[in-house]
């Protein structure tokens, strides 16, 4: 069964930091980009970022750039997304996905077929 699981999510006070991982099945991963995007209550998800199969290409949303970095280990077949100070607008739920290979973009939530369940980050000011 294919399956992504995010963990790491929970509260922090602005200007702090939190590891998010998502740990894939075998299926899920090989051979894909992996994002992460997040949606906030009332609002659309959005992307936040994206890392090659090789690791060696990222993107990133411009709200994250300089704060977030995602990285993945192959041999674990898991991502990562570091969050450094955060803000209280970072408030959100946050999914992994991988990419199905075709599609609008990989900013766009349309390119990617598997997606975790979600874990809660929560900024208080």
């Known amino acids: 069964q294919v399956q992504l699981v995010e963990s790491g999510g929970g509260l922090v006070q602005a200007g702090g930091s939190l590891r998010l991982s998502c740990a894939a099945s075998g299926r899920a991963f090989n051979n894909r980009a992996m994002a992460w995007f997040r949606q906030a209550p009332g609002k659309a998800r959005e992307f936040v970022a994206t890392i090659s199969w090789g690791g060696s290409t990222t993107y990133y949303a411009d709200s994250v750039k300089g704060r977030f970095t995602i990285s993945r280990d192959n041999a674990k077949n898991t991502v990562y997304l570091q969050m450094n100070s955060l803000k209280p607008e970072d408030t959100a739920v946050y999914y992994c996905?991988?990419?199905?290979?075709?599609?609008?973009?990989?900013?766009?939530?349309?390119?990617?077929?598997?997606w975790g369940q979600g874990t809660q980050v929560t900024v208080s000011s």
């Open positions: 996905a991988a990419d199905r290979g075709y599609g609008p973009g990989l900013n766009s939530p349309r390119q990617y077929d598997y």
